[in-house]
């Protein structure tokens, strides 16, 4: 989900879920499914603020054990419906990443698609969140908007702090051993939500 954490802002994404489509379409993210060779059945998968589930039923495909968190009940309701459609099993979870007891060591990847919502404070915690709870060698696979975007206007916040630079990153991430880091501007193709020509970053990373 990509939009403000706090009350007024999870009504809006709940009224925008509330329609028939899925907004960011019923197919994975296309840099997640770039990554498949890093999954293995039976890894437990974090699929972070995972919308109408798109990412985390794909996972669940996969054949890992995936807990999907959001802070939109419309967003999870369509997400449990997309997982019986595909017949495979997802866990949900109302939650703000903002103030989520996240555990530690807990999961072999995490999820990050366009989770732009949070500005810097609250982008600090989640990402030192995210870290706490993979598993020593566990896997983070993000992709996100790069400043440029707002010159696209084809998805994510206009609001410039929340998107990402590899410095930031990269510092975000100090921690970790960083696999893969790329900058580039695509087409993609997610429903109407995420549509045309993007500023991107893609990022993979082992917790050490």
Do not use: C
Request: charge should be negative; glycine fraction near 12%; aromatic fraction near 8%.
């Amino acid at each position: 989900m990509t939009g403000d954490v706090e009350t007024t802002g999870i009504a809006r994404w709940d009224t925008r879920f509330a329609v028939p489509e899925y907004v960011f379409g019923t197919e994975p993210n296309a840099f997640l499914f770039s990554q498949r060779h890093l999954l293995q059945p039976g890894m437990r998968a974090l699929a972070l603020a995972d919308g109408e589930g798109r990412n985390g039923v794909w996972l669940a495909q996969q054949g890992l054990d995936v807990l999907s968190v959001d802070a939109s009940r419309v967003g999870l309701e369509k997400a449990r419906k997309l997982a019986a459609a595909r017949e495979v099993q997802i866990t949900t979870e109302l939650a703000d990443l903002g103030n989520w007891e996240w555990g530690r060591d807990g999961f072999d990847v995490a999820v990050a698609i366009f989770i732009q919502f949070a500005g810097p404070v609250i982008r600090d915690a989640i990402f030192a969140g995210m870290q706490r709870a993979l598993k020593s060698g566990g896997l983070l696979i993000l992709q996100g908007y790069r400043p440029e975007q707002l010159d696209y206007g084809t998805g994510g916040p206009p609001v410039i702090e929340n998107l990402y630079t590899a410095e930031m990153l990269r510092t975000a991430l100090a921690d970790m051993e960083i696999l893969l880091l790329r900058e580039h501007d695509s087409i993609i193709r997610e429903g109407h939500g995420h549509d045309g020509m993007s500023a991107l970053i893609d990022l993979v990373a082992r917790k050490r």
